[in-house]
């Protein structure tokens, strides 16, 4: 039986990521976008989750999504 393989985030993984596709930034009026924490720090395991911080004018939008 195959076991799936996993991947570990990299900063320079999730940063590349992004910049291929900007039209988020204007989809979600995302005017800053910060990572930390361990995938930041290139530290990150199995079981890391991804650390977004966000500067958008649109958080109500999400807030309805979410709720």
């Known amino acids: 039986m195959n076991t799936p393989q996993?991947?570990?985030l990299?900063?320079?993984t999730v940063l590349?990521?992004?910049?291929?596709?900007?039209?988020?930034?204007t989809?979600?009026?995302?005017k800053t976008l910060a990572?930390?924490?361990?995938?930041?720090?290139?530290?990150?395991t199995?079981?890391?989750d991804l650390?977004?911080?966000?500067?958008?004018?649109i958080h109500q939008h999400l807030e309805a999504i979410w709720d």
């Open 27 to 30: 989809e979600y009026d995302i």
């Open 51 to 57: 650390d977004l911080l966000s500067n958008s004018t």
């Open 10 to 12: 990299t900063a320079e």
């Open 35 to 44: 990572l930390f924490g361990s995938t930041a720090r290139n530290q990150a």
């Open 6 to 8: 996993t991947t570990i």
């Open 16 to 25: 590349h990521t992004l910049r291929q596709h900007p039209e988020l930034f």
């Open 46 to 48: 199995e079981t890391s």
